[in-house]
């Protein structure tokens, strides 16, 4: 089972962008579909973004779509999330996450569905 360590989180201004990252440790990362969650304070943790094993497919919140990109390397057993545009209500913990082997129909956007968690990454848009 992979262990995940993400960064990149901080402060920044509305309109600007930050890059998290996700490392993941062992040597089946290929073999797990990733996702990105986030959860304000007080707040239910939400789904942000997902990506399949191959990146052959992205998925997106509505409230991140055309704003965040996610794409992983799996020769770096990194994934990555490109924030732009960034709003004050983009402000929350960020995790990634990761399913091993998921199989057809299942539902990415639900916590339940992933095997592993990292520990979050703090991102903070000033208006």
């Known amino acids: 089972q992979v262990q995940l360590v993400e960064s990149g989180g901080g402060l920044v201004q509305a309109g600007g962008s930050l890059r998290l990252s996700c490392g993941a440790s062992?040597?089946?990362?290929?073999?797990?579909?990733m996702g990105w969650f986030r959860q304000a304070p007080g707040k239910d943790r939400d789904f942000v973004a997902a990506?399949?094993?191959?990146?052959?497919?992205?998925y997106y919140a509505n409230s991140v779509r055309g704003r965040f990109t996610i794409h992983r390397d799996n020769a770096k057993n990194t994934v990555y999330l490109q924030m732009n545009s960034l709003k004050p209500e983009d402000t929350a913990v960020y995790y990634c996450?990761?399913?091993?082997?998921?199989?057809?129909?299942?539902?990415?956007?639900?916590?339940?569905?992933?095997?592993?968690w990292g520990q979050g990454t703090q991102v903070t848009v000033s208006s």
């Open positions: 996450a990761a399913r091993l082997r998921p199989a057809a129909g299942w539902d990415r956007s639900q916590i339940h569905e992933y095997n592993t």
């Open positions: 062992g040597r089946t990362f290929s073999s797990y579909a």
């Open positions: 990506i399949s094993l191959s990146s052959s497919s992205t």
